[in-house]
């Protein structure tokens, strides 16, 4: 398996742009998890799914962000419209059905927002 | 999930010494995870304990959960270069959602 796959890995945009990410989890995870990483704040649960329905997204930080996920390969993250203090590393995540609860991370996507 | 506190936040260590981490909650916690973070990296599963007091063990690593399910920890005997990183604990809220502490950056001087 290829793992989680997210894209992109680096993106540069400026203040008030649309900035959309994308995770492709692990086939036949039926979890999937964002968390965004600044050394300020460490690393921040943004939103699960579960079974592609949004169980918790109490994190997620203003109307500004929304997250979306049409089917069980595919989720998206939108910060729109993008602000300076969005610049982080943002870590797509999922996990199977099983009793170990292992969460498989992505590599991330470098966001910075000039 | 769970509010967890993880100190300390920083340790510096002479390679061949000994590291221990601790992640503390004012609630009983269901089920403890930690992972590991290389500098540049992503979060990597080390391991889950979910039973009272239980003790795993990973070569060099070291992993308890406290009798009273509010503490964990990970002792690394005779740290080694490879050991530098980030270490997590990660716990589970009532909707199974993985909150992570604010982790323990180690640094290994050769």
């Known amino acids: 398996d290829a793992g989680v796959i997210q894209s992109p890995r680096h993106e540069v945009t400026e203040m008030g742009q649309e900035v959309t990410l994308r995770c492709k989890p692990i086939?036949?995870?039926?979890?999937l998890f964002w968390y965004r990483q600044t050394m300020m704040r460490g690393l921040e649960l943004l939103i699960y799914?579960?079974?592609?329905?949004?169980?918790?997204d109490s994190g997620m930080p203003e109307d500004r962000f929304s997250a979306k996920m049409p089917n069980a390969s595919f989720s998206t993250l939108k910060i729109q419209p993008s602000e300076p203090r969005d610049s982080a590393v943002y870590f797509c995540?999922?996990?199977?059905?099983?009793?170990?609860?292992?969460?498989?991370f992505g590599e991330g996507s470098r966001l910075t927002v000039l | 999930g769970q509010q967890v506190m993880q100190i300390p936040q920083y340790q510096h260590v002479q390679e061949g010494e000994d590291f221990t981490t601790y992640c503390n909650s004012s609630t009983t916690l269901s089920n403890i995870q930690w992972y590991k973070q290389r500098p540049g990296g992503h979060p990597v599963f080390l391991i889950q304990l979910v039973k009272s007091g239980e003790v795993k063990k990973q070569k060099r690593l070291t992993f308890q959960f406290g009798e009273a399910k509010k503490n964990s920890s990970l002792h690394i005997t005779a740290t080694q270069t490879t050991d530098v990183g980030t270490y997590f604990c990660v716990s589970s809220g009532s909707a199974r959602q993985l909150t992570f502490g604010s982790g323990t950056q180690l640094t290994v001087l050769p």
């Open positions: 995540a999922s996990r199977g059905v099983g009793d170990t609860g292992e969460l498989f």
């Open positions: 799914f579960n079974n592609n329905v949004p169980i918790d």
């Open positions: 086939s036949g995870h039926n979890s």
